[in-house]
């Protein structure tokens, strides 16, 4: 046998060991923000509560984007807070008027009730996580959900497409 035909061969069989990805990620960049352990949590800003003054809230979320197309999505979060623990999970939303099951004593939402995808869990203060999901369109909803965060303000709707 000829020796570019066992270079060959060769090289064929390389690639064969060579994982392929069969989709690119789209990558969405989370920021996570807050005025400060010395600021407080007040309450009364989680989703779906009516009249809600947002400018009053001291705890936000930052996306690159807030819509993207389905398929395997990245989320690139970054805590940029300098005092406190937070953290970002994926739940899909059935409507945008559906609120999420709020546990009173824990000051959280119950993650199982509400079928959180996924999270970057307890980021500390300018650390970093990520997590890749598959998402189908619709809507989501990302949360911190850190005792008090949600209700501090700290959620933000997201939206997939076709």
């Known amino acids: 046998m000829p020796v570019s035909w066992i270079i060959a061969i060769m ?63 990245t989320f690139e979060v970054t805590n940029n807070s300098k005092d406190m623990v937070h953290e970002m999970l994926v739940i899909p939303l059935k409507d945008s008027a559906t609120q999420l099951p709020y546990d009173d004593k824990d000051n959280r939402v119950d993650e199982d009730k509400a079928g959180s995808l996924g999270e970057v869990s307890e980021l500390d203060p300018g650390k970093s996580g990520s997590l890749t999901l598959t998402l189908k369109p619709g809507k989501y909803l990302l949360i911190c959900n850190q005792p008090g965060h949600f209700g501090a303000g700290m959620w933000m709707e997201f939206n997939v497409t076709e």
């Open 11 to 73: 090289g064929l069989a390389l690639l064969s060991l060579t994982p392929i990805r069969s989709q690119a990620s789209e990558v969405v960049v989370v920021s996570l923000f807050d005025k400060g352990a010395a600021a407080g949590i007040p309450v009364g800003f989680s989703y779906g509560m009516p009249a809600m003054d947002m400018s009053r809230a001291t705890m936000w979320m930052k996306l690159s984007a807030d819509s993207i197309k389905a398929g395997l999505v």
